[in-house]
């Protein structure tokens, strides 16, 4: 399946596809176009659109668009990938008060999108940071229900 969003991704566009290849389309294509241009390009190419505004897979009611994935593709059961989304939204939404470490997560994907040459290099560099969060997340929920 093909997914497209904006250009210049940093939180929500590098953690959806992060999410999409790892639980719903691990083939997924991705594309990155100018805003201006997504849902032209989606209508073109029978891509998904995410994370740009008036979409299903969008911001909603001060959520993110990894919560509306979560949501459409019924993630929910895995608490580890809800506290992930909790992280997600506090970095994107620029709220580090949600969780300790949306600021951290803000910060490292600010970096990325600095030292990498385009949206797929930025894009193959973070889902290491994401793969390493979801297991930070397992852990740490894992750690709470000790005794």
């Known amino acids: 399946m093909k997914w497209i969003t904006r250009e210049r991704a940093k939180v929500d566009r590098i953690a959806c596809p992060w ?10 294509e991705f594309l ?5 241009k997504v849902l032209e390009v989606a209508k ?12 299903e897979l969008g911001h909603h009611d ?12 019924k993630l929910d059961k895995d ?11 506090g970095a994107d939404a620029h709220k ?10 803000d910060a490292i994907a600010e970096g990325f999108r600095q030292i990498s040459k385009d949206d797929f290099d930025n894009m193959s560099k973070q889902f290491h ?9 397992r852990w740490k929920l894992g750690k709470q229900g000790r005794v």
Request: with cysteine.
């Open 96 to 105: 580090p008060d949600l969780s300790l470490e949306s600021a951290g997560l």
């Open 62 to 73: 001060g959520r993110v668009s990894f919560d509306a994935f979560i949501e459409k593709y």
């Open 79 to 89: 608490a580890a990938l809800v506290e992930l989304a909790k992280i997600v939204r």
């Open 19 to 28: 999410l999409i290849r790892r639980f719903i389309d691990p083939e997924a």
């Open 32 to 36: 990155f176009v100018p805003a201006e």
């Open 44 to 55: 073109n190419v029978g891509a998904i659109p995410f994370d740009v505004p008036g979409v």
């Open 129 to 137: 940071v994401y793969d390493a969060l979801y297991a930070y997340c």
